[in-house]
């Protein structure tokens, strides 16, 4: 049995959604490795095709980082409404070190078109009544599942609601298959149907789980899991659950960087000073046969015995071209930067080393557009996330976390100085523009609650003087 067989027969699956995304996925995957059909290729030297590795920057990988580092750093905020929730959650964010879930997740969306992240809870203990469950120690858990183990059940255009997660697990050195499908109920409530399979030479053979629910109810309407993919129109694909990645529409921009850099590497390989040597010259006889030269010194050849006197000794140094290439691969890099939305000269090779730029950029530019953009669709995935794990640990935990109007600030200090800002903002605090609450929450990324009460705190720590004469 095959696990979209499983699905398609328990839970109405249909393969064909994934069957339209596999070969692109497929494509997107190898650029991200860094190994594509396209880095194999054959020589011809007059007599036998040579078998050839073309050299790669491995662009897929740095753009797909560079967009992961733009939008989520450790600058970025999410905010609770209070202060009780916000120490918890900070506590909850260090134990699961969520903060390197999202950058991941982000990465890995950005790079593979999408991901997901699923969150779950073990070590809950059911007591002997069986109505009640023990939850003293029980752990939340985020696990990032790739495209290969997605399996999207009901969707519409704005999300995913119901799904299916897959992934490996080894028990013993046995290979196992573990599926979690989440779906609605009659009441609207989210239940996790759980199932795990022996792997036997990929035959998957449903077994018994013993310390896992084959059914649980989440008891609410929040998800469990999270949808991440860029917001980028999909032109390869319609009516999809999944995304394209950063350079889907930049493959042969990638192509041509590999190939300019390929030919540097080739240029200097190949260009490289070479000594000429007959091969009666390689040794000469005093009796003890030594060597004149250094039989593992790669510049030096050796030339067939039909060499003539006059040919005993001679030299090979032409030229490099590197100059001119080097500036063919970042007029490359210009276009591949252009394409993928960080605009022009955002990457550039000065012979040796890839650089970005990393000067503040304006508020028009094409990156802050385009950086704009995929914030709006990456901040109800990172919501749905946090969401999740805060309901989980609260309800099924030791926590005690309101969500109640969170907060999702991302970081745009690479667009814009924040003291620039912030004079700004306290300029039009004075004009009475904008207000000592709004300042808060714009600058500081409070919530409206908890920007009201801390400038409530710093008026009662510092009265004015009417307030302290009619206190008396």
Same mark, same amino acid.
């Given at each position: 049995?095959?696990?979209?067989k499983?699905?398609?027969d328990?839970?109405?699956?249909n ?13 997107w995957?190898?650029?991200y490795q ?12 007059g007599?036998?095709k ?21 939008l989520w ?8 409404t ?11 964010t260090?134990?699961?070190?969520l903060?390197a879930i ?5 990465e ?13 809870v ?5 007591n ?5 469950l023990?939850v003293?120690?029980?752990?939340? !858990? ?12 009901t ?9 299916a ?11 196992y ?11 609207g ?18 077994v ?17 899991f999270?949808i991440?993919k860029?917001?980028?129109?999909n ?13 889907a529409?930049?493959?042969?921009n ?18 490289r ?5 007959r ?31 006059d ?18 691969l ?10 993928v ?7 550039h090779?000065?012979g040796?080393n890839?650089?970005?730029?990393t ?9 802050? !557009?385009?950086?704009k953009?995929?914030e ?17 640990s ?13 907060v999702i ?7 814009e100085?924040k003291?620039?800002?912030?004079? !700004? ?8 523009v ?7 929450m ?16 710093i008026e ?13």
């Amino acid at each position: 049995m095959k696990l979209e067989k499983f699905l398609q027969d328990n839970y109405n699956y249909n393969p064909e959604i994934k069957d339209q995304v596999q070969n692109y996925y497929e494509t997107w995957k190898s650029w991200y490795q860094g190994d594509t059909k396209f880095h194999h290729y054959f020589i011809y030297n007059g007599k036998n095709k040579i078998p050839q590795t073309r050299y790669t920057m491995n662009m897929a990988k740095q753009i797909s980082e560079d967009w992961s580092d733009i939008l989520w750093s450790e600058k970025c905020k999410i905010s609770m409404t209070n202060d009780n929730s916000q120490d918890q959650f900070d506590d909850l964010t260090n134990k699961l070190d969520l903060y390197a879930i999202i950058n991941q997740a982000l990465e890995k969306s950005g790079a593979l078109g999408t991901v997901a992240t699923v969150t779950s809870v073990y070590d809950i203990i059911q007591n002997e009544d069986a109505m009640t469950l023990d939850v003293s120690e029980a752990k939340t !858990r985020v696990d990032i599942t790739d495209f290969d183990w997605i399996f999207p059940l009901t969707w519409n255009n704005k999300e995913v609601t119901e799904c299916a997660f897959g992934s490996i697990e080894y028990i013993k050195g046995q290979k196992y298959i573990v599926l979690s499908v989440h779906k609605l109920n009659d009441e609207g409530n989210y239940v996790i149907y759980n199932h795990l399979f022996r792997d036997n030479n990929s035959n998957l053979i449903e077994v018994e789980m013993d310390d896992t629910a084959k059914e649980f109810d989440t008891m609410s309407n929040v998800k469990w899991f999270s949808i991440f993919k860029p917001l980028l129109t999909n032109n390869l694909f319609s009516n999809s659950p999944f995304g394209i990645p950063h350079y889907a529409n930049a493959i042969n921009n990638l192509m041509s960087v590999d190939l300019c850099f390929d030919e540097i590497r080739n240029e200097i390989n190949n260009g490289r000073k070479r000594i000429f040597a007959r091969a009666d010259m390689f040794n000469y006889d005093d009796g003890k046969q030594r060597l004149v030269f250094d039989p593992n010194d790669t510049s030096i050849y050796q030339l067939p015995s039909g060499a003539t006197k006059d040919d005993l000794i001679q030299t090979d140094s032409d030229t490099l071209r590197t100059d001119s290439q080097i500036g063919a691969l970042n007029t490359e890099l210009n276009l591949l930067g252009n394409q993928v939305g960080f605009g022009e000269n955002h990457y550039h090779f000065d012979g040796t080393n890839l650089s970005t730029a990393t000067a503040v950029i304006s508020s028009n530019s094409k990156l802050f !557009r385009r950086k704009k953009k995929l914030e709006i669709g990456y901040e109800s995935s990172i919501y749905d996330l946090v969401n999740s794990i805060c309901y989980a640990s609260s309800k099924f935990g030791q926590y005690n976390i309101d969500t109640a109007d969170m907060v999702i600030q991302f970081d745009d200090s690479i667009i814009e100085d924040k003291e620039a800002e912030s004079a !700004r903002a306290r300029s039009e605090v004075s004009l009475g523009v904008l207000s000592k609450i709004e300042y808060r929450m714009k600058i500081y990324g409070e919530t409206e609650e908890i920007a009201t009460k801390k400038i409530q705190e710093i008026e009662a720590s510092n009265p004015s003087v009417d307030e302290i004469l009619n206190n008396k």
